[in-house]
């Protein structure tokens, strides 16, 4: 391992944990007054699904970090365990989530090679997945309510909030293209 490598890693670690709680706090400031709860759409979700794509492993330390940073305010008074394994989730998740797209579409490390209907199905799993393992955590430690609703809830928001958080991604994408005409 390089010192090169090393100090990239670092990097897009503390940027994608910075854009994690960057799209968490907007998330609940935009979102704040109408308080659905599992119910709106999670933005940041979208964030996970990227990070992962095109960061690999360092972007999910990121999202790890980002989550550690901001775990205590939305579980207060959780031990330092509980929000150490529920930060873990965070990163853990999209990063299997990513392993399993790949297996299934044969898709190797370069970015390239996914298809729209590799995301697309990356962002599904994802949705499902993390939803899955944050509500039996819930139900295992007790730190908020797990049920079938909450699930659905959940899966939803991320299905929803990543497709938000995708398509202004690709709209500031061709904004910018278009802009170097």
Known sequence: MTIHYLIRFLLVTLLTAAAFVLADTAQRSV???IDLGVDNPYLPAGLRVLAVVVFGASGACGLVLGALLIVPDVFPGSSPAVMLLTA???????????????????IGERFEEFSYRALLILLALQSALSPLVH????????????????????????IVGSMLMLLAIALAWELWKFARR
Do not use: E, H, K
């Open 31 to 33: 979102l704040a007054p």
């Open 88 to 106: 873990l989730f965070n990163g853990v998740v999209p990063l299997v989530s990513l392993a399993l797209t790949r297996r299934l579409f044969g």
């Open 135 to 158: 509500q039996l955590w819930f139900r295992f430690t007790g730190i908020a309510p797990a049920s079938v609703y909450n699930f659905t809830a959940m899966v939803v928001g991320d």
